[in-house]
């Protein structure tokens, strides 16, 4: 994908009504922040957007150049890894399936993400991670636990604001991270997309976890749930991030949840792009 013009004329007021009508009885909207990729302009800001959190599976973007420019992904379908028990399998029957990097992406598959963790290694990762300016790019993971490799992205070590999600999602729209050209073809590949109504193709990655209580167990009673991404249509590429804190009781996985309304919702600045 080549950086695109903007074409942005009336979008703000769009996407600023849009985002009022983010007040889901069952998640509390903590941020959505929307920009035009190729000039950076912000064409809204709601709620907090500089507080760092855990990036919890939209790590998974991130993690893929990293797969992809290391050599340890080769293309969509390699390498396929089999599941094993003792491996992580709260995602349920797809996880138990052997996984590619198509299949990893699209159910977010945390064991395979454990194979490109410990291929690249703490140094490896953290390196990629500041040059990418993600977050804090800390894959240290929980203090005493030397779980990084495992777990550093999922309410952990890593942090990172939606702020900084859309600055890292414009330096991939516009070629600018330090990887190899064929990187951004490959993980293209493996994004899922959704095409909506207006000829705009959506595509991004949820993510999803607990917070910490004060007694250090997770509250499973609500969850972070991101959606983050970028919006495509003729000469207009948006990149957005979108971040609740979702009634985990309610409604299942808060990413999906998270994605599930911003999906739905849409088309409302679309339709109103066009006036």
């Given at each position: 994908?080549?950086?695109?013009?903007?074409?942005?004329?009336g979008l703000a007021l769009a996407i600023a009504s849009f985002a009022g009508l983010l007040q889901p009885a069952a998640a509390r909207p903590v941020c959505l922040v929307v920009a035009d990729a190729a000039s950076g302009a912000e064409l809204v800001r709601e709620g907090d957007c500089e507080t760092r959190v855990t990036p919890a599976s939209t790590f998974k973007l991130a993690l893929a150049v990293m797969g992809f420019d290391s050599g340890f992904l080769a293309n969509a379908n390699e390498p396929v890894i089999d599941f094993r028990?003792?491996?992580?399998?709260w995602g349920g029957a797809e996880w138990r399936k052997p996984a590619d990097p198509a299949r990893w992406m699209r159910y977010s598959v945390v064991w395979y993400s454990r194979f490109i963790t410990h291929h690249l290694g703490v140094e490896g990762l953290e390196r990629y991670s500041r040059s990418f300016g993600y977050?804090?790019?800390?894959?240290?993971g929980d203090p005493g636990k030397d779980n990084g490799l495992d777990r550093g992205w999922i309410s952990s070590s890593l942090r990172i604001s939606p702020d900084e999600q859309v600055r890292?999602?414009?330096?991939?729209?516009?070629r600018?991270?330090?990887?190899?050209?064929?990187?951004?073809?490959?993980?293209?590949?493996?994004?899922?997309?959704?095409?909506?109504?207006?000829?705009?193709?959506?595509a991004g990655k949820t993510g999803s976890a607990y917070p910490y209580k004060a007694d250090g167990s997770f509250d499973r009673k609500r969850a972070w749930g991101?959606?983050?991404?970028?919006?495509?249509?003729?000469?207009?590429?948006?990149?957005?991030?979108?971040?609740?804190?979702?009634?985990?009781?309610?409604?299942?996985?808060?990413?999906?949840?998270?994605?599930g309304q911003f999906l739905d919702n849409w088309s409302q600045i679309a339709e109103a792009a066009e006036r």
């Open positions: 994908m080549q950086p695109l013009r903007p074409a942005i004329a028990e003792g491996f992580p399998a977050g804090n790019a800390d894959l240290t890292f999602l414009r330096r991939f729209v516009n600018d991270l330090p990887v190899s050209t064929e990187t951004y073809r490959l993980v293209e590949r493996i994004i899922q997309k959704h095409t909506l109504a207006g000829n705009w193709v959506v991101w959606y983050v991404g970028w919006a495509g249509r003729g000469d207009t590429t948006l990149v957005f991030a979108r971040l609740d804190e979702v009634d985990a009781t309610k409604n299942g996985s808060s990413g999906l949840y998270v994605r």
